[in-house]
């Protein structure tokens, strides 16, 4: 059961209308790392978490947390639009989605939103559940929860600097420390569930000793140059080889013959070393 509070979380008031900002502020909105990406990813964590107690609070707890946010982020850009495309532009174009687009303002915004947030990012595209991670495993998902918090906060920290209203920056102020806190407790999560012996550093903690042995403590040198081999916390103080120079462990990736059904292009005759047409061909290039 969920119960919505007539109060925002935290207040969202620009000192002005600003509908080019409205629209960059939808990626935090809809966006791959937008709050509605962990709303939707913590619910459904929450739901599948198959332990109650403190690891399903802390899962349901942070999702209706973000529920808020969704709701203070779609606040500010209503009030970032308020007035447009009623501006000086609309006065020089009568038809207001013409005036909407010379404004700079999402179009979308105007037709579908009439003048409201939408469940899309800053180009309009809409949100996607594909975007979130709830697999059932709490170590899998808790990392995938620091990096959905990391890659929000980094969002956020750029569109504070895209801004110089102060009732904005006040709003995003806020979100940067919850996205701070969030971070900090899903790492701290992640330590806890070590500690209780229902996790290991790796997930899943499983058929370590089916996997192959000879290729679980190697990193492969596929980069120019030896930098990579450089860096000490991923070789020697974690037990990882930098295998130099690595070689292939199959033979040629050759499809298999296509079905006839599906019109593959296939001909027997073709091998590796090509046609009698195109051996010809390549010693009449040689001779020219």
Same mark, same amino acid.
């Given at each position: 059961?969920?119960?919505?509070?007539?109060?925002?979380?935290? %207040?969202?008031?620009?000192?002005?209308?600003?509908?080019? /900002?409205?629209?960059?502020?939808?990626?935090?909105?809809?966006?791959?790392?937008? %709050?509605?990406?962990? @709303?939707?990813?913590?619910?459904?964590?929450?739901? $599948?978490?198959?332990? !109650?107690?403190?690891?399903?609070?802390?899962?349901?707890? @942070?999702? @209706?947390?973000?529920?808020?946010?969704?709701?203070?982020?779609?606040?500010?850009?209503?009030?970032?639009?308020? &007035?447009?495309?009623?501006?000086?532009?609309?006065?020089?174009?009568?038809?207001?989605?013409?005036?909407?687009?010379?404004?700079?303002?999402?179009?979308?915004?105007?037709?579908?939103? &009439?003048?409201?947030?939408?469940?899309?990012?800053? $180009?309009?595209?809409?949100? $996607?559940?594909? /975007?979130?991670? +709830?697999?059932?495993?709490?170590?899998?998902?808790? /990392?995938?929860?620091?990096?959905?918090? +990391?890659?929000?906060?980094?969002? @956020?920290?750029? *569109?504070?600097?895209?801004?110089?209203?102060?009732?904005?920056?006040?709003?995003?102020?806020?979100?940067?420390?919850?996205?701070?806190?969030?971070?900090?407790?899903?790492? +701290?999560?992640? !330590?806890?569930?070590?500690?209780?012996?229902?996790?290991?550093?790796?997930?899943?903690?499983?058929?370590?000793?089916?996997? $192959?042995?000879?290729?679980?403590?190697?990193?492969?040198?596929?980069?120019?140059?030896?930098?990579?081999?450089?860096?000490?916390?991923?070789?020697?103080?974690?037990?990882?080889? /930098?295998?130099?120079?690595?070689?292939?462990?199959?033979?040629?990736?050759?499809?298999?013959?296509?079905?006839?059904?599906?019109?593959?292009?296939?001909?027997? *005759?073709?091998?590796?070393?090509?046609?009698?047409?195109?051996? +010809?061909?390549?010693?009449?290039?040689?001779?020219?």
């Amino acid at each position: 059961m969920f119960r919505h509070t007539k109060l925002l979380q935290f %207040e969202a008031k620009p000192e002005k209308p600003d509908p080019v /900002y409205a629209h960059k502020l939808q990626e935090l909105i809809g966006g791959a790392f937008g %709050e509605m990406s962990v @709303t939707m990813q913590y619910l459904f964590q929450g739901w $599948n978490c198959r332990i !109650e107690g403190k690891y399903k609070d802390l899962l349901m707890d @942070t999702a @209706t947390e973000e529920i808020g946010h969704v709701e203070m982020l779609a606040t500010m850009v209503a009030r970032l639009l308020e &007035g447009a495309p009623a501006t000086m532009t609309a006065e020089a174009v009568k038809d207001p989605v013409m005036a909407a687009t010379l404004g700079g303002m999402d179009v979308q915004q105007a037709i579908i939103g &009439g003048g409201g947030a939408l469940p899309a990012d800053s $180009n309009g595209y809409p949100w $996607n559940g594909k /975007y979130i991670v +709830a697999s059932g495993n709490l170590l899998a998902d808790f /990392y995938a929860n620091v990096a959905a918090e +990391a890659q929000g906060r980094l969002q @956020t920290a750029r *569109l504070y600097n895209m801004t110089d209203d102060p009732g904005v920056k006040a709003m995003l102020q806020f979100n940067l420390a919850r996205d701070t806190v969030h971070q900090k407790q899903w790492l +701290a999560a992640i !330590e806890e569930l070590k500690a209780d012996g229902l996790e290991g550093d790796v997930a899943p903690s499983a058929l370590f000793d089916e996997e $192959n042995q000879e290729h679980n403590h190697t990193i492969w040198h596929l980069s120019d140059g030896p930098d990579g081999a450089k860096g000490t916390s991923w070789t020697t103080d974690a037990g990882i080889e /930098y295998l130099m120079d690595p070689q292939p462990l199959g033979g040629p990736g050759t499809a298999p013959k296509p079905d006839p059904a599906l019109f593959g292009t296939y001909s027997p *005759l073709q091998d590796a070393k090509g046609t009698a047409k195109g051996k +010809a061909k390549e010693v009449k290039n040689k001779l020219t």
